[in-house]
């Protein structure tokens, strides 16, 4: 099996956050994993701004609930996010991980139940601030989750220059 990300939504609340990681999600061809219920109706015109028009680049899977996601990926190496979580991301070292990586943010309200918290306590991370603050908005913390992977992994095959115009764009001008 070869290196890939998985971003899993536990129960999103706000379409404009699930629009802005499935940016990140088609960027970085990472698949998003969508636990239902929603809070708000699940139709493409709601992602299009938020997603940068990139919800039809985007590889998602939307399952009924927290079984129905279980039942259809057998044994995911999950990491979550959460605000109970002891060390930041980068303590994990994922190179040694080979095949694929499970990475779990939670509602907007009150992140990730917690039962699957307690299931998965080694594995739970958060990304550190000032100890005032409660949290990240969730599209931030996602792409900064994803981009420590890909970081480890050495960016697998993402494009680390300019293509469009040219990596020797600023050469030329």
Not at 100 to 112: A, D, K, N, Q, Y
Not at 131 to 158: C, F, K, P
Request: hydrophobic share 35%.
């Amino acid at each position: 099996m070869s290196r890939k990300i998985n971003v899993i939504l536990f129960e999103p609340e706000i379409h404009n956050n699930v629009g802005s990681i499935m940016r990140t999600c088609a960027l970085t061809d990472a698949k998003l994993h969508l636990i239902e219920p929603f809070g708000f109706i699940f139709d493409k015109r709601n992602f299009a701004r938020s997603s940068a028009n990139n919800f039809e680049g985007c590889e998602y899977v939307r399952y009924d609930n927290w079984e129905d996601f279980i039942s259809k990926n057998k044994d995911p190496k999950i990491f979550c996010l959460t605000r109970y979580g002891k060390k930041p991301i980068s303590d994990f070292n994922f190179d040694l991980i080979q095949d694929e990586v499970f990475l779990m943010f939670g509602r907007e309200s009150t992140g990730i139940d917690k039962n699957i918290l307690k299931s998965n306590k080694e594995n739970c991370f958060r990304l550190p601030m000032v100890d005032t603050g409660r949290s990240l908005n969730i599209s931030n913390t996602v792409t900064v989750a994803v981009y420590e992977v890909l970081r480890q992994w050495d960016y697998l095959s993402l494009s680390k220059v300019e293509v469009e115009k040219g990596e020797d764009y600023l050469d030329k001008i």
